[in-house]
Nanobody
């Protein structure tokens, strides 16, 4: 059973940067669909960025394109989300998600495993 543990959240001023990490354990398939989602208070969970573990195809939400970068370190079994030029509207709990094989990267219900989330707060 795959387990995901996020870290790296915190409080940062607008314009600052954070890097979120998602440690992946128990991986039994060679390829996973991986995604970052976020949920602000009173709002639906929304897609932020996604990729397959194998290859270099990455997908971003329009709201973060050019500011966020999703990457992975195969040797450390870790997924990252580098967040630059942060804005107050980026404030949310950020979740890492995974699902074996191919599928809709941007669809939250299609993911089978979720981390516990890490809080990101961006002050004006």
């Amino acid at each position: 059973q795959v387990q995901l543990v996020e870290s790296g959240g915190g409080l940062v001023q607008a314009g600052g940067s954070l890097r979120l990490s998602c440690a992946v354990s128990g991986r039994t398939f060679s390829d996973y669909r991986m995604g970052w989602f976020r949920q602000a208070p009173g709002k639906e969970r929304e897609f932020v960025a996604g990729r397959r573990w194998i290859g270099d195809n990455r997908v971003y939400a329009d709201s973060v394109k050019g500011r966020f970068t999703i990457s992975r370190d195969n040797s450390k079994n870790t997924l990252y989300l580098q967040m630059n030029s942060l804005k107050p509207e980026d404030t949310a709990v950020y979740y890492c998600a995974a699902s074996p094989g191919v599928g809709p990267v941007m669809s939250a219900p299609s993911y089978t495993v979720w981390g516990q989330g890490t809080q990101v707060t961006v002050s004006p």
